[in-house]
């Protein structure tokens, strides 16, 4: 059983800068593809990113390319979502996902989310 912890959300100013982290534990976690997600109030989860075991990561929001990152420590079994020139509209609450490496797998397995408010 994969079990997930988001950690470092908090209220910050637009312009701003956040390190979300995720703690994953579980059998073969190192191995599973982690992916960011978040959802707004009154708004649908739409997925932010992803990344595989070997570091390759995708990007699901245009508004998010070239401003947030996202990275994994295989080691330490974390993944993190640096966001850099934060807007209003990144307000959300982020969740962790994880899902088996197996093409078509779903994400299985979600954290409690971390709440990120971005002032204006």
């Known amino acids: 059983q994969v079990q997930l912890a988001e950690s470092g959300g908090r209220l910050v100013q637009a312009g701003g800068s956040l390190r979300l982290s995720c703690a994953a534990s579980?059998?073969?976690?190192?191995?599973?593809?982690m992916g960011w997600f978040r959802q707004a109030p009154g708004k649908e989860r739409e997925f932010v990113a992803a990344?595989?075991?070997?570091?390759?990561?995708?990007y699901g929001l245009d508004s998010v390319k070239g401003r947030f990152v996202i990275s994994r420590d295989n080691v330490k079994n974390t993944v993190a979502l640096q966001m850099n020139s934060l807007k209003p509209e990144d307000t959300a609450v982020y969740y962790c996902?994880?899902?088996?490496?197996?093409?078509?797998?779903?994400?299985?397995?979600w954290g409690q989310g971390t709440q990120v408010t971005v002032s204006s």
């Open positions: 996902a994880a899902r088996r490496p197996n093409p078509g797998a779903k994400y299985d397995y």
């Open positions: 579980g059998p073969t976690v190192s191995t599973y593809v």
């Open positions: 990344i595989n075991w070997s570091g390759s990561s995708t």
